[in-house]
């Protein structure tokens, strides 16, 4: 089956230069959303129609469809489709058609319409124009109504809520904005609607009711999920579907063992990996291609994105790691910075508002009070203080920092880069050390204290 995905809209509601089909939802455009789900449904022939900043819209979606432009963005849903008429106009078989601002809709809903069309034509020997995605909404305010023949699924007519009757308003049955037609039937129609009077848009909608009349049967299909057919046309609507994404996710993974704290509080990304048994506390992040194994625990408001965390490991509150590997059982936080392709190793401590960048600690290091490590590589064992920092820019170019094996740097302690700590040394707390030191030596560097009696009072008095 081939796809035609309608992303041409200017999404005028959403007062923004940006296509709609571009804005966010848990940090992947909209769009983004509905390819994913035909591509998890088996439909790799998928053709998007553009039109508002198409060339923003070509950029963030790549080159895994084919484009068709809609000369006038304001010709409705079927000038949109006739759009991409040279994608299908030969073809002879079932084609989808969805509205690019329905990211909510799943891939099993499109694979059971699919069963649902075979199912008709094998037992009922009925050759379909049509199926369209439908749900029953309590509140059913902005959507097309579906009018049916009484006791059947058999539509009539789809009947947009401007032009409907106080009786149709009524109808709690909706438009889902996603609908399968039999391609021949749909090009011969698409050919003979008329535009809207009111508008001057042609409307898709006018294909089911030309088809109808020509005697072909369009079926409705009702989905499982009411929240499946819910458009994103506004901002406040995005939040929502947003919300709706995010909650289907934590429910995805909390199924297949993950402990999650308060969901509603909780930020997990589509391309985040979880493992069994971890847990996931109230305020989390977990972005981009985040992976945590088995065991971890993701403390409250702490935020990890592009980070692969190991067995056992434990970010703690408040902590940010970014773009980093995190070792089996290491301990990060809480109120950590961890960044820039930094390894923590297995066992490790990274403490209370320290902050590493672009560096490797090995196994069992502790760092755990208020440091700053960057450009640097710390061996197993290592101890650093609190306060100590590695300084690592002369102000032109940065500078590494290599601490040996089980070396013991003391608090505030300064580490003037580039310079070699070597194994089982010994830095004394608030030395500033600008050469090597050789391996088990102990290097004292401070100014001699010098203490002027009364000197203190005078300067207070």
């Known amino acids: 089956m081939k796809a035609v995905v309608l992303a041409a809209g200017l999404g005028t509601r959403f007062k923004s230069e940006k296509p709609k089909v571009l804005h966010e939802i848990l940090g992947k455009p909209m769009v983004w959303y509905i390819l994913n789900t035909l591509k998890k449904a088996g439909l790799q022939d998928i053709a998007l129609v553009v039109g508002h900043k198409a060339e923003e819209v070509k950029e963030a979606v790549g080159d895994s469809v084919k484009y068709f432009y809609q000369e006038n963005p304001k010709g409705g849903t079927a000038d949109a489709v006739l759009a991409s008429v040279d994608f299908w106009r030969t073809y002879e078989d079932y084609i989808l058609i969805v509205n690019g601002d329905s990211p909510l809709v799943s891939a099993e809903t499109i694979k059971n319409m699919q069963r649902f069309i075979h199912l008709v034509e094998e037992y009922e020997k009925v050759k379909l124009g049509g199926v369209i995605l439908t749900a029953w909404l309590q509140d059913p305010t902005g959507y097309g109504r579906i009018v049916k023949e009484e006791g059947t699924d058999r539509i009539l007519r789809i009947v947009e809520e401007k032009d409907a009757t106080p009786q149709e308003r009524n109808i709690k049955e909706v438009n889902g904005g996603l609908y399968v037609f039999y391609a021949p039937y749909l090009l011969e129609a698409l050919f003979k609607i008329n535009p809207s009077e009111k508008t001057g848009e042609l409307y898709l909608t006018e294909a089911v009711s030309y088809l ?145 960048k672009k560096s490797s600690l090995g196994r069992e290091v502790k760092a755990k009070h208020l440091s700053y490590i960057g450009d640097a590589q710390v061996g197993d064992g290592a101890n650093i203080g609190a306060g100590a920092v590695t300084a690592n820019y002369d102000g032109k170019e940065k500078h590494q920092t290599v601490i040996e094996e089980k070396a013991f740097v003391g608090s505030n302690s300064l580490l003037v880069a580039p310079v070699r700590i070597g194994k089982l040394s010994y830095v004394a707390g608030g030395s500033v050390i600008t050469k090597d030191i050789p391996d088990g030596a102990l290097a004292v560097e401070r100014a001699k204290l010098r203490i002027l009696e009364g000197k203190g009072k005078e300067k207070l008095t």
């Not at 947003?242 to 289907?248: D, F, G, R, V």
């Not at 773009?323 to 209370?352: Q, T, Y």
């Open 212 to 356: 109808v009349e020509k005697g072909c049967e369009i079926r409705s299909f009702m989905a499982s999920d009411p929240t499946e057919v819910l458009g994103v046309n506004t901002r406040w609507e995005l939040a929502f579907a947003e919300n709706i994404m995010k909650l289907k996710i934590i429910r995805f993974w909390a199924e297949r063992g993950v402990t999650v704290h308060c969901p509603e509080t909780v930020w997990i990304e589509p391309d985040v990996e979880l493992a069994r048994e971890v847990e996931i506390f109230q305020g989390a992040m977990l972005k981009g291609k985040t992976k945590v194994e088995e065991g971890a625990v993701i403390g409250p408001g702490a935020i990890l994105e592009n980070v692969y965390v190991g067995k056992g490991a434990m970010v703690e509150a408040y902590s940010y790691v970014s773009d980093s590997r995190i070792g089996e059982g290491a301990v990060i936080g809480p109120f950590a910075r961890v960044r820039e392709k930094s390894i923590i190793g297995s066992g490790s401590h990274v403490g209370n508002f320290v902050e590493v």
